[in-house]
């Protein structure tokens, strides 16, 4: 080995592991400048591969409140057999996602005057934000249904009632009411 191939086989070993760190950050939907920067940086950006990034929709507080109290009602020694707790983070991924478009539909029409189209964006966005609030408004319901489970063991009722906050959630991508047709 010369006295060059060893610091370039560690700067190469960094930058690859560092890639790594960036792709992974990248897939759990932190920004790309935080991704790129996990080049460098990539030992403190370790800790940001397990978080989700928070939002900043209008919704994301109610958000992050729902799911904070559904996690404590599920850490509950009595939820503890609980067998579907990991469907709950696509659920919440879907809330955070469909947040921030609720966010950049509020962003573009800040900035959109009186046309037709306008109109009916602000009618999709109305009925996406009411769609937002009843899973909300859901998962109060599955909290109670958690309790029940762990009086009675009803698994399928508890099951049923995160399959319809699940549908109702992946029904938020879609925009029903209006299309553009430019």
Not at 131 to 140: D, N, R, T
Not at 158 to 174: D, I, K, P
Request: hydrophobic share 50%; no cysteine.
């Amino acid at each position: 080995m010369t006295g060059w191939t060893a610091p370039a086989l560690v700067i190469a070993a960094w930058l690859v592991i560092g890639a790594g760190v960036g792709i992974q950050l990248e897939r759990k939907g932190h920004p790309s400048s935080t991704a790129i920067s996990a080049l460098v940086v990539w030992p403190i950006l370790m800790s940001l591969i397990n978080t989700i990034p928070t939002a900043t929709g209008p919704f994301s507080e109610a958000i992050q409140r729902a799911f904070h109290s559904l996690n404590l009602t599920i850490a509950d020694p009595l939820a503890a057999d609980v067998p579907w707790s990991g469907e709950l983070a696509s659920l919440h991924q879907s809330l955070i996602d469909a947040d921030a478009r609720l966010a950049m539909v509020d962003r573009l029409l800040s900035e959109s005057d009186d046309s037709d189209a306008s109109k009916g964006l602000h009618k999709a966005r109305e009925h996406a934000a009411t769609e937002l609030q009843a899973v909300l408004a859901g998962l109060a319901d599955l909290r109670i249904q958690i309790g029940l489970y762990a009086l009675e063991g009803g698994e399928q009722s508890v099951q049923a009632e995160l399959g319809a906050l699940q549908a109702r959630a992946r029904a938020l991508s879609e925009v029903r009411t209006t299309r553009w047709t430019g």
